[in-house]
């Protein structure tokens, strides 16, 4: 749904809730609004906003407290939360060892290159009879077949490629 609700059953849809207030300024009793019961009570095409000179069922509604008649509205946004990135950057696949290799199994996933390059050459390694591929969405970056099993990776392996990306990024190396 786009746009701020304009009707009860927006309301609803949105999930958003709805606390009425009481007008009377030496009350101000708020509650939040049972939705599906007003909904059923008054009609959920009903507007959420009164239009000038109309009545509209927020003034017939009576507050619990005062028992005065008459309450505000006040729409308490649900705003949901963002999109995790449910998605890797790099996963590190499994072929099988047979022709047409047209399913696999996921081995490991990263968001870091280096670490999806370990997680590979360990996979090469650990499983030599099987098609192996690094892959960053469609795009493969190691394949097994294509580049035969990998070197393995030393401490100072890492050390060089991260003071290579460090240079990248402008951040002098580590002495
Ligand atoms: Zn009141």
């Given at each position: 749904m786009d746009g701020a609700p304009k009707t009860l059953d927006d309301v609803q849809k949105g999930g958003h809730e709805l606390i009425a207030l009481?007008?009377?300024?030496?009350?101000?009793?708020?509650?939040?609004?049972?939705?599906r019961r007003l909904i059923m009570n008054v009609g959920?095409?009903?507007?959420?906003?009164?239009?000038?000179g109309e009545p509209h069922f927020s003034d017939r509604m009576r507050?619990?407290?005062?028992?005065?008649?008459g309450m505000s509205l006040w729409l308490e946004p649900h705003i949901p939360p963002p999109r995790a990135s449910s998605e890797p950057n790099f996963r590190v696949l499994d072929w099988g060892r047979e022709y047409p290799y047209s399913t696999f199994t996921m081995i490991a996933t990263a968001d870091n290159l280096?670490?999806?390059?370990?997680?590979?050459?360990?996979?090469?390694?650990?499983?030599?009879?099987?098609?192996?591929?690094?892959?960053?969405g469609a795009f493969v970056v190691e394949d097994s077949k294509r580049d035969g099993i990998?070197?393995?990776?030393?401490?100072?392996?890492?050390?060089?490629?991260?003071?290579?990306?460090?240079?990248?990024?402008?951040?002098?190396?580590?002495?």
């Open positions: 009481c007008r009377d300024a030496r009350c101000r009793f708020r509650k939040t609004i049972d939705l959920g095409w009903h507007q959420l906003l009164p239009t000038r507050c619990p407290s005062c028992k005065r008649m280096m670490v999806a390059g370990g997680a590979y050459v360990a996979a090469v390694l650990f499983y030599p009879d099987k098609w192996i591929t690094l892959q960053q990998p070197k393995h990776l030393t401490a100072d392996d890492y050390k060089i490629m991260r003071d290579g990306e460090m240079s990248l990024s402008g951040v002098p190396p580590a002495p």
